[in-house]
């Protein structure tokens, strides 16, 4: 809010809102309550914050009061995918004409023994505890799972007059999303890509662009075995001849993965690329597992300068969620 430079007093509440995410909740805070009340002997009782402290809506609740923002205030839950799942529903209610400013994004706080043991419990994290800097390795022939993160990311979007009028500092344009559900598996995603590459195209005709437009792709590429190879292969798909000219990168192997924080995140350096035209690199990723398609540069090692005009931020969720959001630079 303070990097947007909007004056609070003059502006039209009523047409201001919130839509943040999380994919897990409180769920930290509900383990310690539960172990709490398990431990009373007389008289047991939950705490009266209990509730507020663990429903996943109570994040974009405090916003707005914290802001006064009267406007459309909801959270969706999308797993991994969620906080990309707020951002276009933002850039939805902005278009449609029913608000002129969306704070959208999504956090996650999940380094907790029930976060960290649930995804144990599925085999979705990396194991390599002797080598931690490097256990995250995306494409990689030898990656084991992801890494946890803890972060949160916010972005606000404004309508483009609404934004002019008061003098915005624009960083860039979204221009198109697409999300569709791989109806195949309840963690894998789908071997062939199929509901990923279907979601990259809705972008691709949400935003009006044609497939050698897009310069950057920031990909959701965790490291997991199945999850990678999916992915790699929808882009392939999609983009064609065109896969070899564009970047990907894996910037989880940096900060890793986000849950819910994830989408947004990685759509603030989806945008930060366009505006710095640089894309970050995928590190730690070493040998290219063969499965990955060889026509596709994965950015490996190190940043690379290049014109970015147009770049895709690509996020997928247990129950096949698969979310895209599409940016460009503001001319």
């Given amino acids: 809010m303070t ?9 039209n509440k009523l047409r201001a809102g919130v839509i943040m995410g999380t994919g897990y909740g409180g769920v930290n805070s509900m383990s310690e309550q539960v172990i709490d009340f398990a431990k009373q002997n007389l008289n047991p009782r939950f705490s009266p914050f209990f509730i507020p402290k663990i429903i996943i809506n109570m994040a974009t609740g405090h916003i707005a009061l914290k802001y006064g923002f009267k406007g459309i205030n909801y959270t969706p839950v999308a797993a991994c995918a969620t906080s990309n799942v707020a951002i276009f ?12 400013v969306m704070l959208c994004g999504g956090s996650e706080a999940a380094i907790y023994p029930v976060g960290i043991g649930g995804f144990n419990g599925v085999n979705a994290l990396s194991v390599r505890n002797d080598s931690p800097e490097t256990a995250c390795r995306p494409f990689d022939i030898s990656r084991d799972g992801f890494v946890m993160g803890e972060g949160a990311g916010v972005l606000v979007l404004e309508e483009l007059e609404h934004a002019k009028k008061r003098g915005a500092k624009i960083y860039a344009e979204m221009i198109g999303w697409g999300n569709t559900s791989d109806a195949y598996h309840i963690t894998a995603s789908h071997p062939e890509g199929e509901g990923a590459a279907n979601a990259i195209r809705m972008a691709l005709e949400d935003a009006n662009i044609d497939v050698d437009a897009v310069d950057y792709i920031n990909a959701h590429a965790t490291a997991t075995p199945l ?3 999916s992915e790699a292969k929808a882009i392939s798909a999609v983009f064609g001849a065109h896969a070899s000219e564009l970047n990907i990168s894996a910037t989880k192997s940096m900060t890793g993965h986000l849950l819910g924080a994830a989408g947004a995140v990685e759509s603030i350096i989806c945008i930060k690329s366009i505006q710095h035209d640089v894309v970050p690199p995928t590190i730690n990723t070493k040998d290219i597992d063969p499965a990955i398609p060889s026509d596709l540069n994965l950015t490996l090692g190190k ?6 005009n147009v770049a895709i931020n690509s996020t997928f969720g247990f129950g096949g969620h698969n979310v895209i959001t599409m940016f460009r630079k503001f001319q």
């Fill in 3 to 11: 990097d947007s430079g909007i004056n609070l007093d003059s502006l």
């Fill in 89 to 100: 529903e933002g850039f939805n209610h902005i278009r449609y004409g029913k608000a002129d």
């Fill in 227 to 229: 999850g990678d190879i």
């Fill in 303 to 308: 940043a690379q300068y290049r014109t970015v």
